[in-house]
């Protein structure tokens, strides 16, 4: 069983070779460990986050800053990639942010309005993961996953004709470490052409 899920992940991983990922949030720890694990697979990773100084401690990465609101600026590096090769987009942002619904919701219109032409060309996705939270009456922090659900569902809707899908990952406590082989599953497409879908853990 162990070794068939090795051999899994050895597919998936080499399926990411030389695909151009963005990752969004790069700097939460989850971020860094997902840009070194997409580089080391041979994936050409372009890490984005708000922080030039976290950025410069990232390694296998190309970093790009966010300037201004982060949806804002999505749309303006969108606009500007055009239709230059595109394939992932891994959203981390719901990470970094954990208590801004609205912002984290309006970053996911910002990537699919501005990367929309890049990810179609390549019928790319965009893989967004968010944490539920730990306490029961954190009623904010449990609002987050059911409205960035709420949001890919109806994307995914209007752009499923155009190839590009959207999937959410949701975290439980302790559960990072199979969330990084999901992740990478999701991004190779191992695990189906799914759009629209929460995945727990």
């Known amino acids: 069983m162990l070794d068939s899920e090795t051999a899994k992940s050895k597919r998936a991983a080499a399926v990411l070779q030389g695909q151009r990922i963005i990752v969004l949030g790069a700097c ?11 580089g080391a697979a041979g ?20 970093s790009l ?23 992932n987009v891994l959203n981390l942002m719901p990470l970094r942010h954990p208590e801004k619904i609205d912002m984290n919701v309006a970053v996911l219109r910002g990537v699919v309005q501005g990367f929309m032409p890049a990810l179609s060309a390549r019928q790319g996705q965009i893989v967004t993961v968010a944490a539920r939270p730990q306490q029961p009456l ?3 922090a449990g609002a987050m ?3 960035l659900v709420s949001a890919q569902a109806a994307f995914a809707h209007a752009l499923r004709r155009d190839g ?14 199979p969330a990084r082989a999901v992740v990478v599953g999701l991004l190779a497409r191992s695990l189906g052409g799914m759009t629209g879908s929460e995945l727990r853990l």
């Open 145 to 147: 996953v059911p409205a």
């Open 138 to 140: 954190d009623v904010a």
């Open 43 to 62: 994936a050409q990773v372009v890490a984005v986050d708000e922080s030039a100084e976290a950025l410069a401690q990232i390694d296998g990465g190309i």
């Open 164 to 177: 590009l899908s959207l999937n959410l990952i949701s975290l439980g406590e302790g559960t990072v470490t």
């Open 65 to 87: 800053m966010l300037k201004g609101a982060p949806e804002e600026a999505l749309r303006r590096i969108g606009r500007k990639w055009g239709e230059a090769r595109l394939d």
């Open 28 to 38: 939460c720890g989850f971020g860094r460990s997902m840009v070194r694990a997409l």
